[in-house]
């Protein structure tokens, strides 16, 4: 079981945690403190297959070693030396070699949803369809507020984005109200 980053969810690499109980994310930089039990840590000896006996499911690819489950994806019967765990289920070789089903998925982020940007551009663009100000600079905020500590980008990026974006909300939440208060008040007037 992979320790996560605390700030980007990354695995962290167990060879940072031998010498101590801190570590320092990969893909974020981040230091990160954990207390684990020494096991975690510890080398696992190598699966060894157990023989199959009489009437027992063997593994496909190894006919003499017993069976310890079915493969999820092509339903092949596989040993200890064969399973492989991914997503919580079982999966023989062939099938996470040819990417089958949702081996795809195996692979690390390739991409994330850049919130930070978003909330940057929604004041922006905004100013285009200037009737919808009065709905996009509290969203602004909100988003602001809601994504802040999620992980930015697979790159390191900082937070400026989320800070001018919620400015820029703020400002065109106040230029909104103000524009009712004084329309308000200036229908007030000509009555």
Request: include cysteine; proline fraction near 8%.
């Amino acid at each position: 079981m992979p320790i996560p980053c605390a700030r980007c969810q990354m695995p962290l690499p167990k060879w940072e945690f031998r010498s101590g109980t801190t570590a320092t994310c990969p893909s974020c930089m981040s230091p990160n403190t954990v207390s684990v039990f020494p096991a975690l840590l510890q080398q696992q000896a190598p699966a060894l297959p157990e023989a199959a006996l009489a009437g027992e499911a063997c593994c496909y690819d190894h006919p003499t070693k017993r069976a310890v489950a079915a493969c999820s994806q092509c339903g092949r019967f596989i040993c200890q030396l064969c399973s492989v765990d991914f997503a919580g289920e079982t999966w023989c070789p062939s099938c996470v070699a040819a990417g089958a089903g949702r081996a795809r998925e195996a692979r690390a982020d390739t991409s994330r949803t850049l919130y930070d940007s978003i909330v940057l551009a929604i004041p922006l663009l905004s100013l285009v369809f200037w009737p919808l100000l009065v709905l996009t600079g509290p969203a602004t905020v909100i988003l602001a507020v809601m994504k802040w500590k999620q992980p930015l980008s697979l790159v390191r990026r900082s937070r400026w984005r989320f800070l001018v974006g919620s400015v820029l909300g703020i400002l065109t939440s106040a230029a909104c109200v103000w524009l009712f208060v004084y329309l308000a008040m200036s229908g007030r007037n000509a009555k």
